[in-house]
T-cell receptor, first 112, second 113 residues
């Protein structure tokens, strides 16, 4: 158990819908990262927040957005969902940007 | 462009034989390098990390990796494979001054009895 929690574990929804994925980092970690893992794209970095501020963006679509709240939990919002958004979404946390990241168990999103 | 290449998509070894998983990264003056393992239907677990200290890094479960700047490589090794090592392994690079994390495509390790 890494100490990073993600909810929900599984999510099934329809095209065009909007969903919110939630992540609670390890106690004391200020950095939160979001990743998407799919069979065709592999593991892709989406976005990084540090203490409530966005620090880096990776391959994140405009339909996706994230935020980190004052209690340091983070949410990833996915809207206008497409079939290709079906993937495993991981959250990770670390103390600082260059420390090792601890990964949550992931949220499996299925878009039908 | 910053990148990381895992040279083998699949590696198959027999139990008890050595493991070598290869990783090359694009050159940078101070990368941080990591190896992660992902077992089926599980999250990623850190095996080891290199952050400009000793070039030979020891990790968990008997794995180690050597940072070779001249070859821009960070290969993962284990002297003797165990059935429980069967998983997917990711080489990860982070560059000083940037905040992006770059994952390799992954190497799936198969261990035969």
């Amino acid at each position: 158990d890494s100490g990073v929690t993600q909810t929900p574990k599984h999510l099934i929804t329809a095209t065009g819908q909007r969903v919110t994925l939630r992540c609670s980092p390890r106690s004391g970690d200020l950095s939160v990262y979001w990743y998407q893992q799919s069979l065709d794209q592999g593991l892709q970095f989406l976005i990084h927040y540090y203490n409530g501020e966005e620090r880096a963006k990776g391959n994140i679509l405009e339909r996706f957005s994230a935020q980190q709240f004052p209690d340091l939990h983070s949410e990833l919002n996915l809207s206008s969902l497409e079939l290709g958004d079906s993937a495993l979404y991981f959250c990770a946390s670390s103390v600082a940007w260059d420390n090792e990241q601890f990964f949550g168990p992931g949220t499996r999103l299925t878009v039908l | 462009a910053q990148s990381v290449t895992q040279l083998d998509s699949h590696v198959s070894v027999s139990e008890g034989t050595p493991v070598l998983l290869r990783c090359n990264y694009s050159s940078s003056y101070s990368p941080s390098l990591f190896w992660y393992v992902q077992h089926p239907n599980k999250g990623l677990q850190l095996l080891l990390k290199y952050t400009s200290a000793a070039t030979l890094v020891k990790g968990i479960n008997g794995f180690e990796a050597e940072f070779k700047k001249s070859e821009t490589s960070f290969h993962l090794t284990k002297p003797s494979a165990h059935m429980s090592d069967a998983a997917e392994y990711f080489c990860v690079v982070r560059y000083t001054g940037g905040f992006k994390t770059i994952f390799g495509a992954g190497t799936r390790l198969f261990v035969k009895a």
